[in-house]
């Protein structure tokens, strides 16, 4: 079965070698058929500690790292521009 790949905003960067990436949806909401805005958190490795706040990355499902660390960093689609 091929891996999953997601596209996503790194929200944190304070751990080493770990980002927590948000993958933001929109879903229904089955009773008044609204649509709400959600967000899925993954935590993502990243071995050389290359991205930062507010890059926008894809990453890749992969074997479990940690307790809550369960994909990998695969590339980055674009940088973050610091402002300042």
């Known amino acids: 079965m091929p891996k999953m790949?997601?596209?996503?905003?790194?929200?944190?960067?304070?751990?080493?070698?770990?980002?927590?990436?948000e993958i933001p949806r929109t879903?229904?909401?089955?009773?008044?058929?609204?649509?709400v805005r959600t967000r899925t958190v993954c935590y993502v490795h990243d071995e050389n500690n290359e991205t930062a706040c507010g890059d926008v990355v894809e990453i890749e499902e992969s074997r479990p790292m940690s307790k809550t660390k369960r994909w990998t960093l695969l590339r980055i689609v674009k940088k973050a521009e610091n402002i300042g």
């Open 5 to 21: 790949k997601m596209v996503g905003v790194v929200k944190s960067d304070k751990t080493s070698k770990t980002r927590r990436v």
């Open 27 to 35: 879903k229904k909401y089955p009773k008044y058929g609204k649509y």
